[in-house]
């Protein structure tokens, strides 16, 4: 009986991928697009995650700054709210979400990009980091749960939703990995052109 269950975390994870790759191959195109033009334009992608997603952030930003298949030169790329600076503003306000809007205030520059990675897109404090980022002039990218949540409503015209569609967390969370390192290849296709498959 637990083998049995164990393999059904398997197929549903390998049934929603599958699914999820017509829905989220345009939206992930377009957020490569987006990544691409700010770096090569001087710009910054500073990546948030909030709970089990951080150390989704964290991937991605290391994989930007390093490399993800390929050696290339290290792309401008910060995950906030990681750093010994914020868990200590964080300690003092006790309050994450101010921390990080107040981050992407004082550190985006118009041109730049904010990368918000949630499993469900229904935490208040999403909005007031993207405004923060709305207001510098930002492009918002937001990778999702379910329908997007409350932060889809928040976004703009030129922003990006990625929205893996599934109710449970640990499926949206596994999808969410892939759609990164489909990010990461992406980026690496428009900046290093055509390679073979790894």
């Known amino acids: 009986m637990l083998a049995q269950r164990i393999q059904q975390h398997f197929f549903e994870s390998a049934d929603l991928q599958y699914q999820a790759a017509d829905l989220l191959a ?48 290290g792309l401008a790329a910060l995950a906030l709210g990681t750093d010994g600076a914020s868990l200590a ?30 499993p469900d897109g229904d935490r208040v404090g999403l909005h ?7 207001g510098k002039d930002m492009t918002v990218i937001a990778l999702t749960g379910r329908s997007g ?13 990625i929205s893996v569609p599934h109710e449970r967390r640990a499926r949206v969370l596994e999808t969410q990995l892939l759609a990164l390192h489909c990010l990461c290849d992406a980026i690496d296709l428009q900046l290093l052109g055509e390679t073979e498959t790894p």
């Open 89 to 118: 503003a964080l300690a003092s306000s006790g309050d994450l979400d101010a921390v990080l809007a107040r981050q992407v205030e004082i550190l985006g520059q118009p041109g730049d990009l904010l990368l918000l990675i949630d």
């Open 149 to 161: 949540g409350m932060l889809r409503e928040a976004l703009g015209e030129t922003d990006v939703v």
């Open 26 to 73: 345009r939206p992930i195109a377009e957020a490569a697009q987006a990544v691409v033009s700010a770096l090569t334009a001087g710009g910054r992608l500073y990546v948030v995650g909030f709970g089990p997603a951080a150390g989704l952030a964290q991937v991605l930003s290391s994989q930007l700054l390093g490399r993800f298949e390929r050696d290339r030169p």
């Open 128 to 134: 007031a980091v993207a405004q923060a980022a709305q």
